[in-house]
């Protein structure tokens, strides 16, 4: 990212910090800049992709600059990370970089990013026990849903830097302070307990919601407002009374990712019926219908009486974001930014925005609505 660049996002700051200092820690961790997916391979062809380390630059440069004080990500053992997600999928993230060099795949065969090529999925199986095959390139897709998300020599220190960030922002709130915000990248909220996918790895959000469950809270309502549905975090809790999840995001029957989830009809299953509830929206929706949304969401998830709350704050829903067509201002995400936190304690995870030209502008919005709900 250039200087430039740089010096724009700090400028971001649209008014919302006003003379106040924004109060909120916002945790952390250098490792999360370490991740160069270096594009993404979209219906066959590679492309720059968005999901890029400035992205973590703008953010932290912005909500510095209005007075977030940087907590560093504190690092954590695995144990919550390993009853969130199947322990196989972490092991398989943390070595497979490492595997593809043994290979010989960037230095022999050129492909200098580890890329799925075959997918076990369901219907290939036909009820077959899921084998762990015994070529790298085989065992790409093992994990992996799609072709957008893409390791390099960096990704397992940044995928963990996210993991502690958010387990950082969870000890916070969880020892008392109202409000915290993880700056985590990449974004996690569209991995499942065994399947990563959706320039995700591991699901920050999930994990600091289980980690709020551990440290003492009930129940936790995790609210995603990313633009996109979080299909991972919905199936991670869907059984489950004790997490309920809400989501608002651009219907992914109108032609959006993650295509297969995210549909109204989805409601949660067992004893986790009633526990999940999605909206989505047409394309184009702005702040009007946007925040109607959003206050259905917080009223439901009042109903169902969190002692903590995680949102999963994703940015794409912003007017100029090239990844979603929705449309909303930053006065929308500032109001949303207050209501979500008025409801509980609550743990501020990033999860997508991609506009880098007003990312930190919109972050700097949201975070101080969500001040404004929680001290207010
Ligand atoms: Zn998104």
Known sequence: MNALLLHSAARERGGWGGTVSLAVPGVWSEDCLNHEPDGEVWLGVREPGTEVPARALVLRVALTAAGAPVVPARPHGEEILRAVHDPELVDHLARFWHDWVAAGFPAQYGRDRAVPYVFPTAGMLAGLPLRSPPAVHGRAGRFCYDTMTLVGPGSWAAIRGAVDAALTAADLVSSGERLAYALCRPPGHHVTRDAYGGSCYLNNAAVAAQALRAAGAGRVAVIDIDAHHGNGTQMIFYDRPDVWYGSLHVDPGAGWFPHYAGYASERGRGAGDGFNRNLPLAPGTG???????????????????????????????????????????????????????????????????????SLGGFAVAAVTGAAAGAYG
């Open 287 to 357: 702040d009007d219908d946007w925040l109607a949304a959003v206050a259905a969401l917080c009223g439901e998830a009042r109903a169902a009486g969190p002692d903590a709350v995680v949102v999963s704050l994703g940015l794409d829903a912003a007017a100029a974001d090239p990844e979603s067509p929705l449309q909303v201002t930053e006065a929308g995400y500032h109001a949303a930014g207050r209501q979500v936190a008025a409801l509980a304690p609550t743990v501020l995870i990033q999860e997508g925005g991609y506009d880098l030209a």
